[in-house]
């Protein structure tokens, strides 16, 4: 199992909030939105260094998505900021209609997904907002793993021509992906080669994948371990090359298994390489208060989980 | 520019372009469309300062956004007799495989349209973002945009037209067409507007009333005044005192031609209301 360490833990999204900084400063083009939580999404750094390119647009996320849309006519390329829930079931139709059938290129940055935005609650923990974006036509969906691939994520999504729905979080999380990593939409990142079993995992799960490999190896089961920063569109080659070779997989997410990377992956799967796979997600439930690891362990979401997982998976084949 | 008479005949044209449209496919919202008919042919013909061809971005021309892109009929055919795109295309209208969707969208590549607009609400956010990105340009031309007054009633434009008044979005001439009509009925029987002059000078905005929307030179007189308002800090809103139905005897004053097209009978008296001018499509 290949080593991975981290200096410090460190929240995904303080590195949009870097990676749009830097677009502040190389992309005149570049300009932001949010809806009253600057703070919250780390764009105080844009803002002053931009601030005719910045536009509070107060708690009117629906007016945001709009404005957002009407800003690419004129060749800016927004990048909207707000929590997930906010960022994608609120304005629905506003992005349906006026981004993605409209094709504007308009970046959707979305903190706070999942469960790990902890006591909060279900208000805010968003789990469909992958199956919602996944299902526009034309629409990317990322969903980064750490600050460094956050940052490189924000940076690269400006130079792609169309719609974009990243997803971070709130938590402080290991920061083990290079400061330099070249990041390229819909390619997976091969974390660990191995032979038994595929781990395929997006945004927080991708360390717990990784702690699930080394405990796994310590058991005599040889991992693939693979981050899925982009669930769509979805590198379906790079997953059934891997599974050609296990022969099954485990999906991990911080999202409902309804709508999320490990359906994605089912279908691919079915449609070309029929194999076991075991999915590591949220059972159709809403979420509750709590702190960030408390409800990972209680709804799943954490690298027992992955390990049980993956021997259910193996015993499958 | 083109003198009175022209813009008359042009707008009969239109008209006569709109029944002959929603009649042939036995669909599409000719009320509405009748009721805006001056407003477009003056914008496209007299008001907008616009480029040749058509440029995605609009830079160094005026723009427009349709919010109620219900009334789609009037817009093909007043883009289409403004040169975007050939008028014979308005006989694909609503048909597979057309450019000329039910309701207006960029999605297939139709010249003249810069956003998707169907479900209500959506276009004044819209415009206001178009307006932002020509004060980021350095681009002195103006972005129109107009509105149902029932589409009122979705709650996005409050958010839209509060943000633009703190924000200062002087560049911008949005039009209500006030007719006072929606689908279930009248304005006042299905959700009433309330004093909507009222609504928007206390929200911060310049205000300005066209009492005679379908009289042409009434409606140039009108987005002219709104063009002299522009640039002083507020943004601008017109309201359009229109009848639904205009031109059409038996369509006017009701919501009952709100969504429906007319049969072969109903065709030809509509048509003999409003003569050929410029040629059919």
């Known amino acids: 199992m290949k080593k991975y360490t981290f200096e410090k833990k460190i929240d995904t999204r303080s590195g949009f909030g870097a990676g749009l900084a830097e677009l502040g400063r190389t992309n005149e083009n570049v300009v932001a939105l949010c809806a009253d939580l600057t703070g919250s999404l780390k764009m105080d750094e844009f803002k002053n260094e931009n601030p005719e390119r910045f536009f509070q647009v107060g708690i009117a996320e629906a007016n945001m998505m709009g404005l957002a849309a009407g800003l690419t006519v004129g060749g800016k390329i927004p990048f909207t900021g707000t929590f997930a829930n906010f960022s994608t079931g609120r304005v629905y139709d506003q992005i349906r209609q006026s981004i993605a059938y409209s094709g504007k290129n308009v970046k959707i940055c979305a903190s706070h997904a999942g469960l790990t935005l902890g006591e909060d609650g279900a208000t805010h923990q968003i789990l469909e907002d992958i199956g919602l974006m996944k299902m526009l036509p034309g629409m990317t969906v990322i969903n980064s793993c750490d600050y460094n691939q956050t940052k490189a994520a924000t940076i690269a999504i400006a130079d792609h021509d169309g719609p974009v729905y990243l997803r971070f979080g709130r938590p402080a999380v290991p920061n083990f992906t290079p400061a330099d990593q070249k990041f390229e939409i819909g390619k997976a990142v091969m974390l660990n080669e191995g032979t ?5 995992a997006t945004g927080h799960l991708v360390w717990e994948a990784i702690q699930a490999g080394e405990k796994l190896a310590e058991e005599g089961i040889s991992a693939e371990i693979i981050n899925i920063h982009t669930i769509k569109p979805l590198d379906e080659e790079a997953i059934l090359k891997s599974v050609a070779k296990t022969g099954c997989v485990v999906t991990a997410e911080e999202h409902n298994f309804l709508g999320g990377l490990g359906e994605s992956v089912a279908r691919t799967l079915t449609a070309n390489h029929p194999a076991p796979q075991e999915i590591v997600a949220t059972q159709d439930t809403f979420g509750e208060s709590g702190t960030p690891a408390q409800l990972m362990e209680k709804y799943g979401l954490n690298s027992a989980s992955i390990i049980e997982k993956a021997k259910a998976a193996i015993s499958r084949k | 520019m083109p003198d009175t008479q022209q813009l008359k005949d042009l707008a009969t044209q239109v008209r006569r372009d709109i029944v002959r449209m929603v009649h042939k ?10 009721g805006c008919t001056e407003f477009f042919v003056a914008l496209y013909n007299e008001v907008m300062e616009l480029n040749e061809g058509f440029d995605m971005n609009g830079k160094g021309e005026d723009v427009f956004f349709l919010s109620n892109g219900h009334i789609s009929p009037v817009y093909y055919s007043v883009l289409a007799r403004r040169g975007y795109f050939p008028v014979e295309e308005l006989n694909t209208f609503r048909l597979i495989d057309s450019r000329l969707q039910g309701h207006p969208t960029t999605h297939e590549g139709l010249p003249g349209i810069r956003i998707a607009s169907g479900s209500l609400g959506q276009g004044m956010s819209v415009a206001l973002g178009a307006a932002l990105a020509k004060k980021l340009n350095n681009d002195d031309h103006l972005v129109y945009s107009l509105h149902g007054d029932g589409e009122l009633q979705e709650g996005q434009n409050w958010e839209a037209i509060m943000y633009a008044a703190a924000n200062k979005v002087d560049n911008i001439i949005a039009t209500v067409d006030y007719n006072k ?36 030179e009434a409606v140039i007189a009108g987005l002219k005044e709104a063009k002299t308002k522009t640039g002083n800090g507020k943004p601008v809103v017109v309201l359009m005192h229109t009848v639904m139905g205009n031109g059409v005897d038996f369509m006017m004053h009701t919501h009952a031609w709100h969504g429906k097209a007319p049969n072969d009978e109903q065709l030809a008296i509509a048509l003999e209301q409003n003569p050929e001018t410029l040629g059919d499509y």
């Open chain 1, 196 to 200: 038994d079993v595929t781990i395929v």
């Open chain 2, 25 to 34: 496919v036995n669909s599409g919202h000719p009320g509405g469309s009748l």
């Open chain 2, 181 to 216: 009509q929606q689908i279930d009925g009248s304005t006042d029987d299905v959700l009433p507007l309330g004093d909507l002059r009222a609504k928007f000078e206390a929200f911060g905005w310049e205000v300005l009333e066209v009492a005679e929307g379908n009289n042409i």
